[in-house]
């Protein structure tokens, strides 16, 4: 059987990580994933978007059980206790999906302030809430909370300085994301073949792990990841185009119809970001090549210096999803887009991609190992 030290480390019983990615819940599914045996991490962007798209926010709340009239945190505990609720059962191992970038710093505070409060008042949700795994930020200065209240911590870098950022930091499991992966990716790309093994070679230890990110969607991507030296894999567009996921379905339909060279980058909410080409995702890169070079240059902008047309222009393309509205609608996925053309259960899909992994792993010593 497949396993990995981030099984030991979490209790999983594969080496997978279901990614966090919003803007719509993950609510339903890091429950189907925790309960198929691997990382099911939910996401709350969409908590944060009460104010400026009140249409994110209803969907996060409605999958929450949870009520319109509730603030932030009361959303986060009732989220919280109802993914217990449905994992504890059959063991399944959740977390939860942080951005901690300067612009969400403050949300970022109160939500893990939050989800360290209620695991207290709740202890026997220890066996199942394992992870705080942050993300879009610089990783120093969480530790002392995020350690301190017992999660294991990971963080998802772009670069093998970011790695050794978090090495210093004290982030338990580090995810090397490369240019392959779903929406938001780095002003300075590299792809998963050479920073999986970079960011392996420069940080791995016996206290710290490493898991590839971007591109990893199947068994043979797994076995991949191994090979390359990491302990696991996350998987984004993977899950988003399953049966449980809470994303729309016009979402999902797209992932699933991307083919060859399907995805474009242009500009995203807080930097470059990967989407599902489309008329419109076209039109989008063409003003970010004249508004925003930056981010086919290399060369970071931020909200006191960029084009907001580009900004508003994603807002309309995200509420035209919420509508259902194709034509208007900007859909983020990772290259993997290509090489998904089913919408499984999240639980068969784990069986396939783990027995694939496995064949392969074991085919692998014995074609080329005399
Ligand atoms: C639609 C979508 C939304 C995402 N949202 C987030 C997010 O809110 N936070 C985050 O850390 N990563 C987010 N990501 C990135 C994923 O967590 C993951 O690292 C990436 O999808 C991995 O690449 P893959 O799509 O090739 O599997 C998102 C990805 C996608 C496709």
Redesign the pocket.
């Known amino acids: 059987m497949i396993k990995s030290r981030l099984c030991e480390m979490i209790g999983t019983k594969y080496p997978i990580i279901q990614?966090?990615?919003?803007?719509?819940s993950n609510n339903n599914l890091a429950v189907a994933a925790a309960n198929a045996g691997v990382l099911g991490?939910l996401?709350?962007?969409g908590l944060t978007s009460r104010d400026q798209q009140p249409f994110v926010y209803d969907a996060f709340i409605k999958s929450a059980e949870a009520s319109p009239d509730d603030d932030m945190p009361t959303a986060i505990k009732k989220v919280l206790k109802r993914t217990h609720r449905l994992t504890k059962d059959k063991g399944g191992i959740f977390g939860i999906?942080v951005?901690v970038a300067a612009e969400m710093a403050a949300e970022a505070k109160i939500i893990i302030d939050t989800a360290i409060r209620v695991r207290e008042e709740n202890p026997e949700m220890k066996k199942n809430f394992k992870v705080i795994?942050t993300?879009?930020g610089d990783p120093v200065g969480w530790k002392d909370k995020i350690k301190g209240a017992g999660f294991t911590w990971m963080h998802?870098v772009p670069s093998v300085k970011g790695a050794l950022r978090c090495k210093k930091a004290g982030v338990d499991v580090i995810?090397a994301?490369?240019h392959?992966?779903?929406?938001?990716t780095s002003w300075e790309p590299v792809h998963s073949m050479i920073l999986l093994p970079a960011v392996v070679e420069n940080v791995s230890d016996e206290k710290t792990l490493v898991v590839g990110?971007?591109?990893?969607?199947d068994g043979k991507t797994l076995a991949a990841a191994f090979v390359l030296g990491a302990d696991g894999a996350?998987?984004?567009?993977?899950?988003?185009a399953t049966e449980e996921s809470d994303?729309h379905q016009i979402?999902k339909e797209a992932v699933v119809a991307a083919g060859d060279r399907g995805t474009l980058v242009a500009r995203g909410f807080v930097g470059p970001a990967?989407w599902i080409k489309n008329a419109r995702s076209e039109e989008h890169a063409k003003n970010t090549l004249k508004k925003s070079p930056g981010v086919f240059l290399g060369v970071p902008d931020d909200f006191t210096t960029i084009d907001m047309s580009l900004i508003q222009f994603e807002l309309d393309s995200i509420k035209a999803v919420y509508e259902g509205n194709k034509e208007k609608a900007l859909?983020?996925?990772?290259?993997?887009?290509q090489r998904i053309n089913n919408m499984p259960k999240v639980n068969d899909m784990v069986q396939t991609i783990v027995k694939e992994a496995e064949d392969i792993l074991r085919g692998i010593q014995k074609k080329h190992l005399s």
């Open positions: 990614a966090g990615m919003g803007p719509f991490l996401s709350t962007s999906n951005m795994f993300s879009a998802v995810v994301s490369g392959e992966g779903g929406f938001h990110a971007g591109g990893f969607c996350q998987m984004g567009t993977r899950f988003l994303f979402w990967r859909m983020a996925a990772g290259e993997a887009a």
